[in-house]
């Protein structure tokens, strides 16, 4: 089945404890994102991959490092989280083209 | 940044009814533009693309007004599945893509 997962898909933590959310494609799709979303407010980028070993910064990247090592992958590092990094995340993939991205199932963080 | 706008709703809609709504775009260059369909607390899905000429998929119309800068979303003979929030996206010159806050529908018996 194609599919993007992530995990975990909830996660509590505290401010400062570093960690990593997972991100894997099966679809051989070369662009993924990651998008965080908050109440009241569209999907927001933070960062995004056309390829391996190549990503760029979205709208709001301060506070999040990604690295693309293999094409199906792409993790979400928070080094050190904050409270305001409280949110829903979601990672996509994208086929060459094609315009539809296709999303995991979600993560819900919270940062105490 | 350019933005997406849309009405956050919800529209409380009895079955078997039309709805419609809208998306207003600021970047009139943009020449790409979706609607996504999200389910409470589950990850966006697309809907439908929405072309120059409109386009229509089953009972879900999509039109663009490039001269209003506006997208629209007609859904007929609404089923309670309906139910959801449809976010509007502008794929920007950059193919980057604006995400609305999206437009909450509740379709009631």
């Known amino acids: 089945e194609a599919q993007v997962t992530q995990n975990p898909r909830y996660l509590i933590t505290v401010t400062g404890k570093k960690l990593t959310v997972t991100c894997s494609q099966n679809m051989n799709h070369e662009y993924m994102s990651w998008y965080r979303q908050d109440p009241g407010l569209g999907l927001r980028q933070i960062y995004y991959s056309m390829n391996v070993e190549v990503t760029d910064k979205g709208d709001v990247p301060e506070g999040y490092k990604v690295s693309r090592k293999e094409k199906r992958n792409f993790p979400l590092i928070l080094e050190s989280p904050s409270p305001n990094q409280t949110s829903l995340y979601f990672c996509?993939?994208?086929?060459?083209?094609?315009?539809?991205?296709?999303f995991g199932p979600g993560t819900r963080l919270t940062v105490t | 940044r350019k933005e997406v706008e849309q009405d956050p709703g919800p529209f409380n809609v009895p079955e078997g009814a039309t709805v419609a709504f809208n998306c207003t775009y600021s970047n009139s260059a943009s020449q790409s533009f979706f609607w996504y369909r999200q389910d409470c607390r589950k990850e966006p899905k697309l809907l439908m693309s929405v072309y120059s000429s409109g386009n229509e998929d089953g009972r879900f119309t999509a039109q663009l007004n490039r001269a209003s800068q506006y997208i629209s979303l007609l859904i007929r003979d609404s089923k309670l599945s309906d139910s959801a929030t449809y976010l509007c996206v502008e794929m920007d010159s950059n193919y980057q893509l604006i995400w609305g806050a999206g437009t909450k529908l509740i379709i009631k018996p």
């Open positions: 996509a993939s994208m086929g060459q083209g094609s315009y539809e991205q296709y």
